[in-house]
């Protein structure tokens, strides 16, 4: 296993994450577990989560996947936690989720409740990395490609945020902070903020990034290179999506039947970009998932991939496909792909 460093830290994380939006729903408890103990086994001592999962959650399995780590922090005791860093997030407004807290805002009551039951679910002292997993104001993410017009009902509190986290971290409940599914706008007011009043830094960014979708090179990456921000890719096979299982229909129990409102993997020009993709990894003798995951990990943007499962049997093939370096010419025809289909799941 390779590890890299926390921006601005002296904390080392795996250069591989195991997401755990499966928890709860698509997988038990003693699956989730047997996740987490195969995921240490190999190395892996960074772990993602969130209030909202697991994905399909609604109001009775709300807050499932942190009960499920937490069990197994509990079950492996607090000597054992300390080696791992635990990263998990706050919900913003504007999903439909209002079963989760009213109001669902970043404001001081919502981001400390928020605080509060993350600790208690995942039966742990602190956090090491808190996140903010979609912005406050309205903007372009999920398969939104741009801004028409701005969202006139948020106000700007970029300091008043960063004031809450500061406390937090002094109290101990939180070490760092980051954002998700997040823009260079807000990227760069939080660093300017944190700057200007010399309060908590945003240490990383977890956005999407895969060969269907790299608009995180366009903008975002500049400014996270500069300013030392890390990125956490998620979704790097796309929903799975490029595994290549999607192009003859949708398997039983596969997420793309499970949760048909995810949409943003199932247009046209995905099918053609997978299909493209597919065929030059079999011609290099690889499965489209290797070429996948090793793409994502030989990005210099990248700090840390965030991978799932729904097996023990899918992890395995995840964790081993980090070992697979591409050639040049491999990445020269995954750049001409590219320019075919440019991102088409946004």
């Known amino acids: 296993m390779n590890y890299t460093t926390l921006p601005n830290t002296d904390i080392k994380i795996s250069k591989i994450c195991l997401g755990t939006m499966t928890f709860g729903n698509q997988n038990s408890e003693a699956e989730a577990h047997s996740q987490l103990d195969y995921a240490v086994e190999r190395g892996i001592n960074f772990l993602d989560t969130a209030e909202m999962y697991p994905i399909g959650g609604n109001a009775e399995i709300f807050g499932s996947t942190e009960r499920h780590i937490g069990s197994w922090l509990h079950k492996i005791g607090a000597t054992e936690r300390e080696k791992l860093v635990v990263a998990t997030k706050i919900a913003g407004p504007n999903r439909g989720m209002e079963y989760i807290r009213q109001p669902l805002d970043f404001s001081k009551k919502s981001i400390h409740e928020a605080v509060e039951l993350s600790l208690k679910n995942l039966q742990t002292d602190y956090i090491d990395l808190y996140q903010m997993h979609w912005p406050e104001r309205v903007m372009n993410m999920f398969g939104k490609r741009g801004v028409t017009e701005l969202d006139t009902k948020w106000q700007d509190n970029f300091f008043e945020v960063l004031s809450i986290y500061d406390g937090l971290i002094k109290e101990g409940k939180i070490k760092h902070i980051g954002v998700s599914n997040e823009n260079p706008y807000g990227v760069m007011k939080f660093l300017n903020e944190s700057e200007k009043h010399n309060l908590p830094r945003i240490a990383t960014i977890q956005n999407p990034y ?28 796309a929903f799975g999506f490029l595994s290549g299982k999607y192009l003859n229909g949708y398997p039983e129990n596969s997420r793309m039947k499970l949760f048909p409102n995810f949409v943003r993997y199932t247009n046209e020009n995905c099918f053609k970009a997978t299909k493209l993709y597919k065929d030059l990894a079999e011609a290099n003798g690889l499965t489209i ?27 395995k093939e995840n964790i081993d496909a980090f070992e697979v370096v591409l050639s040049n010419e491999i990445l020269s025809e995954i750049d001409r792909i590219q320019e075919i289909h440019p991102n088409p799941a946004p």
């Open 210 to 237: 895969s060969l269907l979708n790299r608009l995180f090179e366009v903008g975002l990456s500049e400014i996270c290179m500069r300013e030392n921000v890390g990125l956490l890719a998620y979704s790097p096979l």
């Open 289 to 315: 998932t290797q070429m996948a995951l090793s793409f994502v990990n030989q990005q210099r943007l990248v700090m840390s991939t965030i991978i799932g499962a729904t097996s023990l049997e899918q992890l």
